[in-house]
């Protein structure tokens, strides 16, 4: 049976992508997007950590500081770094299994073949943690999807732009709702 998600006790929360700036603006670091629109800023590196951070609320806003597929080790760092076990950990990252806009908010979840959630499973040793899957699919003309490698680089296109607006605040009340 899947817990019931405590927006008190989900303490980290972790976005995926890339850091460079070219990747800003992208299908793939649509999480980091997320905390743009969120307002979240004044991110903190500390030394020698692959991470940085910020105070979202009762929450820590948490960037990994390496490539995606990389995410684990930065995100471990962050549990062990603010003394928190994987259960306080809320996961956002790209989904191109959904539509633009769409999102899933899930516990203890395999990887479905997205390399940075398989690294912070790897890293931490379980799937116990929570994740935010914001959707980023794309469709050739005919309905056939393009696989994520296609368009995960590419720049949001303005009409998914909107889309992603509308769930950012979607995600942001249910990861506050009882945490103000």
């Known amino acids: ?5 405590n927006p008190e006790s989900a303490s980290i929360i972790a976005a995926l992508g890339n850091p460079e700036s070219e990747y ?6 649509v999480a ?3 905390f743009e629109a969120w307002g979240i800023g004044g ?4 030394k020698g950590k692959r991470f940085s951070y910020a105070p979202w609320g009762v929450h820590t806003a948490i960037r990994p500081e390496t490539y995606m597929n990389e995410s684990g080790g930065a995100v471990a760092q962050a549990l062990g770094y ?3 076990s994987p259960a306080a950990l809320v996961v956002l990252h790209d989904d191109a299994d959904l539509e633009p806009g769409a999102w899933k908010f ?3 979840r395999g990887d479905a073949g997205h390399n940075g959630v398989k690294s912070i499973i790897a890293a931490l040793g379980t799937k116990d943690f929570w994740r935010v899957r914001i959707g980023t699919s ?7 999807r393009k696989s994520a490698g ?3 680089l590419a720049p949001i296109r303005r009409e998914d732009a909107e889309k992603f607006k509308t769930a950012f605040a979607e995600i942001a009340e249910a990861l506050k709702s009882t945490a103000a």
């Open 1 to 5: 049976m899947e817990p019931v998600f």
């Open 24 to 29: 800003a603006g992208t299908y793939h670091n």
């Open 32 to 34: 980091r997007e997320a």
């Open 43 to 46: 991110f903190k590196t500390p």
């Open 82 to 84: 603010f003394k928190q």
């Open 106 to 108: 899930e516990f203890g």
């Open 138 to 144: 794309q469709t050739r003309p005919g309905g056939i």
């Open 150 to 152: 296609d368009f995960a």
